[in-house]
């Protein structure tokens, strides 16, 4: 029976988000609601049924339409996790992530031109440095080697502390609190108690900066925001709170599985060893690639209808939550010939990991130099990295909203 | 004569991703202080038409319009 059908008769729609079969595809289920109406019915973890987007230009449509907002305490908006019942119940907690314009737009663009392009591209000489040195440590140790503890994990801890000006020791305070926010193994009440304290930190941190401003992020919103009346201390913080949220549990889930392909797919390493060799203008195409095949935003985006929107062959009713997946549009092969094979080669730059709309990640750029380099690094250090368990072993974090990896041992 | 293309941005639709002048830096550049895109060409050659078309489809917030006469 299709699943049209079956729904037709009243079976329950499928619970979500579905079960991988393959630890590095989407789960098999998405692709077969893609090739049926613009948006399926699914059943959250509560009970409640949402629509489900899963192709490519629904995707986009969907992002980029403000009839559908962002907003956790819109009615029908699916709670995506058993926590987000807890920033739908504080919005005073919420960052722009969850707002829509005009609040959305105030508040980001207060943060535009730390993340232009060129900010980006600035700090790679001193990344690359950094890693130089991470790197020299890593290859005098014993094999096998973490790349995730020993790489993936301290590289984007580096740029936020570079970002927020903090030192190592209130860095690994803030990042373990920042942790439990992303992973659903733990409880609202943990979840709950590790965000108060993390804002706290950060208070700590904007407190400190508004005494004595530095040459850092924080310090310019103090100096050019706050001190003027446009920005309070209050929006401040969950400000710092979803840069480092979004900014680095994500970075180090896509730098772990991007590495995995390439200590495990020796015809990427290969390309992309050569093309060091030569330049290394395939490293950027190949980072776009990883990012559309990886898509580690793993269950997607939420939003709910504020009035009725017709979707292609759907019409979502106002009220009505939905779920974008991200890696389900970045699998369709309307857009990607061969979706499912990872070819460094191909022109990715329509992928949706970084989402799509008003929303879409204030910090890709930055990531992207990160990834680069993380990636550049390896083919410089460990030529010929390989993997050092059989893949079966490896630790891939299901619960975790971005998916990636617990531990990534190679050997060279 | 070869089909003309013609470009409009609109600067109050722009998020400053700045994807658009990463893509097709001869046709669009961005404002170094607030990153809102800065039109360079509007009826760029037949050359970059293809990539001004993804720079359109790229861009988040739908701030490029291409006419195609």
């Known amino acids: 029976m299709t699943y049209d059908a079956a729904i037709r008769e009243g079976a329950a729609p499928p619970s979500y988000p579905m079960e991988r079969v393959s630890p590095v595809d989407p789960p098999p289920q998405l692709a077969k609601l893609r090739s049926g109406r613009a948006a399926s019915r699914i059943t959250m973890w509560d009970g ?18 403000r009839r559908f907002t962002a907003v956790t305490s819109a009615p029908g908006f699916p709670m995506m996790t058993r926590t987000s019942v807890l920033v739908r119940d504080q919005p005073h907690t919420a960052s722009f992530i969850r707002m829509d314009d005009p609040d959305h737009s105030r508040l980001r663009s207060m943060l535009t031109r730390e993340f232009l392009h ?6 790679r000489p001193v990344l690359r440095e950094s ?7 890593l290859v005098a140790r014993e094999r096998p080697v973490d790349l995730v503890r020993g790489l993936t994990i301290p590289v984007p801890s580096r740029v936020i502390a570079l970002l927020f000006g903090v030192s190592a020791e209130s860095r690994e305070l803030i990042e373990n609190r920042a942790a439990v926010l992303i992973d659903r193994g733990y409880a609202p009440a943990q979840v709950a108690a590790a965000r108060d304290e993390l804002d706290g930190l950060l208070r700590d941190v904007v407190e400190e900066r508004m005494r004595e401003p530095g040459d850092d992020l924080v310090s310019r919103l103090v100096l050019d925001q706050v001190r003027p009346g446009n920005l309070t201390v209050e929006e401040l913080v969950p400000m710092c709170r979803l840069l480092l949220v979004a900014g680095h549990g994500t970075t180090t889930s896509q730098a772990s599985l991007s590495l995995l392909s390439l200590v495990t797919d020796q015809g990427l390493a290969d390309s992309l060893a050569a093309s ?3 330049g290394g203008e395939l490293l950027p195409k190949a980072v776009e690639e990883l990012l559309r095949f990886h898509s580690i935003v793993q269950n997607g985006l939420a939003r709910a209808a504020l009035e009725d ?7 979502i009713r106002a009220g009505e939550g939905v779920v974008v ?15 499912d094979t990872l070819d460094p080669h191909r022109d990715a730059r329509r992928h949706l990991a970084f989402g799509h709309g008003i929303h879409q990640c204030l910090g890709q750029w930055l990531a992207k130099v990160e990834i680069e380099e993380m990636l550049s690094a390896v083919l410089r250090w460990m030529p010929g990295a390989r993997l050092a368990v059989p893949f079966d072993e490896l630790d891939f974090r299901h619960e975790v909203s971005s998916y990636g990896l617990g531990a990534l041992p190679v050997t060279w | 004569m070869s089909a ?3 470009v409009a941005v609109d600067t ?15 046709v669009f550049d961005q404002d170094p202080d607030s990153g809102t895109v800065v039109l360079l060409l509007a009826e760029p050659p037949s050359a970059l038409h293809e990539t001004v078309r993804l720079c359109a489809e790229l861009c988040p917030c739908a701030a490029i319009t291409v006419t195609e006469n």
């Open chain 1, 325 to 339: 997946s991200l890696s389900a549009g970045n699998r369709d092969e309307a857009v990607f010939a061969s979706p």
């Open chain 1, 131 to 137: 890693l130089d040195g991470i790197m020299a440590d």
């Open chain 1, 48 to 65: 409640s049924q949402v629509r489900l987007v899963t192709a490519h230009p629904h995707v986009r449509s969907v992002l980029a339409d």
């Open chain 1, 276 to 278: 060091l060799a030569d």
């Open chain 2, 4 to 6: 003309g293309l013609r």
């Open chain 1, 309 to 315: 929107v017709e979707l292609d062959d759907v019409t």
């Open chain 1, 118 to 123: 060129g900010r980006a591209e600035a700090m």
């Open chain 2, 12 to 26: 109050d639709a722009c998020c400053a991703m700045g994807r658009c002048a990463a893509t097709a830096p001869e």
